[in-house]
Nanobody, 126 residues
Framework: QVQLVESGGGLVQAGGSLRLSCAAAGTIRAINDMEWHRQAPGKQRELVAVISALGSTDYADSVKDRFTISRDNAKNTVYLQMNSLKPEDTAVYYC????????????????????WGQGTQVTVSS
């Protein structure tokens, strides 16, 4: 069907940068919104950034002017460039996408479903 595979997490010092990637693979007709969420230990998962199919973006206040979301529609991939990282950015980061999945019984039609990646750990040391 559809899988989202994230990469790019790791350990970085405060003030450093990381770039996350999330590639979607499968029977994809197109992808609508793509998002990055994160979940820190003991906290609820929160939306970090979203990008529409046409490229409009929105960010959580806590990451505005530090993080940049982008996408490559030809590669079905979304990116999150994270600069000026802070210890409070430490979390597992998940990508989420709303996908137009090709109907297996009729390749000319599709249905819409949403998918999550497996998560990638980002740790920012002080």
């Amino acid at each position: 069907q559809v899988q989202l595979v994230e990469s790019g997490g790791g350990l970085v010092q405060a003030g450093g940068s990381l770039r996350l990637s999330c590639a979607a693979a499968g029977t994809i007709r197109a992808i609508n919104d793509m998002e990055w969420h994160r979940q820190a230990p003991g906290k609820q998962r929160e939306l970090v950034a979203v990008i529409s199919a046409l490229g409009s973006t929105d960010y959580a206040d806590s990451v505005k002017d530090r993080f940049t979301i982008s996408r490559d529609n030809a590669k079905n991939t979304v990116y999150l460039q994270m600069n000026s990282l802070k210890p409070e950015d430490t979390a597992v980061y998940y990508c989420h996408a709303e996908v137009r999945v090709i109907d297996p019984g009729n390749s000319k039609s599709y249905y819409v479903d949403d998918f999550w990646g497996q998560g990638t750990q980002v740790t920012v040391s002080s």
